[in-house]
Every structure is written in structure tokens, then in C-alpha cells.
């Protein structure tokens, strides 16, 4: 019989809950980017910039949710600052 053909390896790991956080907060901070834009805010975005950053970045999906929320808590501490 036929060998089934080899896939080619990935040079990193990505399992399901990195793909799914990934999805999960790069969906937020480009929501955040774009309110950030049309609202002419700043704080929003700059935190939807480093939110699509750390969603690309960070390979574990805890230290992504992580940096997430703090993102979003450094967001609404900036804007209620000033």
C-alpha cells in the first residue's frame, strides 16, 4: 500500500487553546483599534495595537490572557486618568 504523504512540521507548536486565545484577544484589540481610530483616542488605540501584537507573540495562551486583561486594565486606568 501507499505511505501516506508526510506534512510538513511546523517550525513551532500551535495547539487548539493558542488558537483559540489568539483568536479570542486579536479579535478585541482590533475592535479596540478601530473604536480607538473613530473615537480619535489614543489610549484605545495604542492598546488595540499591543493587543494584536501580544495575540502574535506570546505562544502560551495563559500569559496571553494575561497581558490581555492587563492591557485592558492599563486602557481603562489611562482613560479614566485623563
Known amino acids: 500500500m501507499d505511505q501516506p504523504a508526510e506534512t510538513p512540521l511546523l517550525p513551532f507548536h500551535i495547539s487548539s487553546g493558542t488558537l483559540f486565545a489568539s483568536l ?14 473613530k473615537q480619535q483616542s489614543a489610549p484605545a488605540l495604542i492598546g488595540g495595537i499591543a493587543m494584536i501584537a501580544v495575540s502574535y507573540l ?9 497581558a490581555s486583561v ?13
Open 24 to 37: 479570542l484577544w486579536g479579535s478585541i484589540g482590533v475592535g479596540m483599534f478601530i473604536y480607538g481610530k
Open 58 to 66: 506570546l505562544p502560551d495562551p495563559l500569559w496571553m490572557s494575561v
Open 70 to 82: 492587563a492591557i485592558i486594565a492599563g486602557v481603562y486606568f489611562w482613560t479614566r486618568r485623563g
